[in-house]
């Protein structure tokens, strides 16, 4: 059997990376969009707007306050969402902080791109984006 290594990291690289983590989901930072964009909505208003089963909604609006992403409310039977705005606060002190230490030269800035046709056949899902890769040589068909 292996050992696992554990690191002590400070509280604030424990925090963003638990916020990171919760974020990790497509729906997750939907849902955040949504609350962004009005706050103090209840399950139900989500579920509305998100096309999900109300169960699969509310499983993520727990990931999000484990994470204390979201301040959960009880108004009578309404249980509200709502932002914990100090922890979105520290997270994007920390991005910005992050992304003013490194630099991207324009060539590595434009390797992805979108294609303007829509994709058809099996395995469709994966031509979404069409990747290039300046250093690599491609073999032509003669």
């Not at 999000?64 to 997270?91: C, D, F, P, R, W």
């Not at 046709?117 to 990747?131: E, I, L, T």
């Amino acid at each position: 059997m292996g050992v696992t290594k554990h690191l002590n990291f400070d509280i604030e690289t424990k925090a963003i990376g638990k916020i990171c983590k919760a974020l990790g989901h497509p729906t997750r930072i939907q849902i955040m969009t949504l609350l962004w964009k009005r706050n103090n909505r209840t399950c139900g208003e989500i579920v509305e707007l998100i096309p999900l089963a109300q169960s699969t909604i509310s499983k993520h609006l727990l990931e999000l306050k484990k994470a204390n992403l979201v301040i959960v409310t009880n108004e009578g039977k309404k249980t509200i969402y709502s932002i914990e705005v100090e922890n979105i606060q520290m997270l994007k002190m920390y991005l910005t902080s992050y992304l003013s230490t490194i630099e991207l030269s324009e060539q590595n800035k434009a390797t992805v791109l979108t294609t303007k046709r829509k994709p058809r056949g099996r395995n469709s899902h994966f031509k979404q984006y069409n990747y290039q890769f300046p250093d690599k040589i491609i073999k032509q068909a003669m």
